[in-house]
């Protein structure tokens, strides 16, 4: 059954929400046969996201989505089928009105943030009746099998594992990158970390710790945020993509944003991922390595306890010592504090938390995905 899909995008700020809304779109385009129209009131972040793309067009299509400029002084437009406000972004008054007259009544959803909290399983996909007289139906994305599961492909992490075992594909994935990892002594070549992270104050310690490991660490930072804080280790200004710096056992390069797709294959290339937000968090799960994960920060402090909520679902089949050492890593970067001991800590707990990294993502992955969850609560709807 083919429907039609609105799916409202603000862009707060960074890349997140663009991120979760492409990816959402397409994977509706691509695997549920829908049509989809993708309104962005940023195309700047979307273009960066998806090389090609005009930041300038009222309209263009990538990977079969429409993707149309969400102007402020909106133009009438027909709605659809299923209409989506990603993260609690404001619908159009005149959209709204418009799905007001529209016979039938769209279903009208508005997907949240992820989290692991409890409290989450309480309120995915129940509705609220709006002041315009339609129901809004609340879904959200989460971990656990009573909310709306994870944004993943289908094939996903059948396409990883064939990749981990074609050393050649991964070699040239990373050469076209300009990435040629240092050969190790006895690994077969220096490990490698990516640093996709937000500003952190403590970042120096955890750099001296990677510098002075007697196995050397190929450390890929794509460009962005956290660069600051590179330099001022590096004791060098105005980084761009490719520069490569070594300082001791640690090599610090550079990375150009790439597609999300590409992005993937570098989370699958590394022995370790540091993401943050939402989006790359969820994709270094299924990249089945070990992680931090630097949350974006709330004013109020609430993401502390959504931390806390994931640390407590992650940490339940890991040994009681190997996860307070990941509770410590995590909490003392997201704190922005130093990184020496309970880095070194964590260190001893590699083997025990690349395993537990894997079983977690083939856990995760029996799950029904967030689009065909999505998918499957409209057809009970109508
Ligand atoms: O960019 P983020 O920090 O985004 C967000 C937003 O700030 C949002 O407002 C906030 O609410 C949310 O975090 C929690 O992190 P995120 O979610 O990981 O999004 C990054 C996207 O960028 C993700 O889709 C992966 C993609 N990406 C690429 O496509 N290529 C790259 O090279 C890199 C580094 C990332």
């Not at 943030?113 to 009746?129: F, I, Q, R």
Request: with cysteine.
């Amino acid at each position: 059954m083919k429907a039609s899909w609105d799916i409202f995008c603000t862009v707060v700020d960074n890349f997140g929400d663009v991120g979760v809304t492409f990816r959402l779109a397409r994977q509706l385009v691509a695997e549920h046969g829908m049509h989809v129209r993708l309104w962005v009131d940023d195309l700047a972040a979307f273009a960066r996201l998806c090389p090609g793309a005009d930041a300038t067009a009222e309209q263009q299509w990538h990977d079969g989505v429409n993707v149309c400029f969400w102007a402020k002084d909106w133009q009438a437009a027909e709605p659809a089928d299923v209409v989506i406000e990603a993260f609690a972004c404001h619908l159009p008054a005149a959209y709204i009105e418009a799905m007001k007259a529209r016979n039938p009544r769209p279903l009208w959803l508005n997907l949240e943030y992820l989290s692991a909290e409890e409290w989450v399983t309480g309120c995915h996909g129940l509705p609220s009746l709006q002041s315009s007289g339609i129901q809004k139906f609340f879904f959200f994305p989460g971990f656990r099998t009573t909310t709306g599961g994870l944004l993943r492909e289908t094939g996903l992490i059948e396409r990883r594992h064939a990749f981990e075992l074609n050393p050649a594909a991964q070699q040239a994935f990373l050469a076209d990158l300009g990435i040629y990892p240092q050969a190790g002594a006895s690994q077969g070549h220096a490990r490698l970390i990516s640093l996709f992270a937000y500003e952190h104050a403590g970042l120096g310690s955890w750099l001296d710790c990677l510098a002075a490991d007697s196995r050397p660490t190929h450390l890929l930072v794509p460009e962005g945020r956290v660069i600051g804080d590179v330099q001022r280790w590096l004791g060098v200004e105005g980084l761009e993509a490719g520069a490569v710096q070594v300082r001791d056992n640690l090599t610090v390069q550079v990375l150009p944003f790439v597609r999300q797709e590409d992005y993937d294959r570098l989370l699958w290339c590394c022995d370790f991922n540091v993401v943050r937000g939402e989006d790359s968090f969820v994709r270094a799960q299924w990249a089945g390595k070990p992680l931090i994960w630097h949350i974006y920060e709330q004013d109020d402090d609430a993401h502390w306890a959504k931390l806390d909520a994931f640390l407590e679902l992650y940490l339940k089949e890991l040994s009681v010592e190997a996860g307070a050492a990941l509770t410590e890593v995590w909490r003392n970067w997201n704190a922005g504090q130093d990184m020496a001991q309970s880095w070194k800590t964590l260190e001893t707990y590699r083997g025990e938390l690349a395993a537990h990294a894997e079983r977690w993502c083939l856990e995760q992955a029996l799950q029904d995905d967030l689009t065909t969850a999505l998918v499957q609560f409209y057809r009970n709807w109508i």
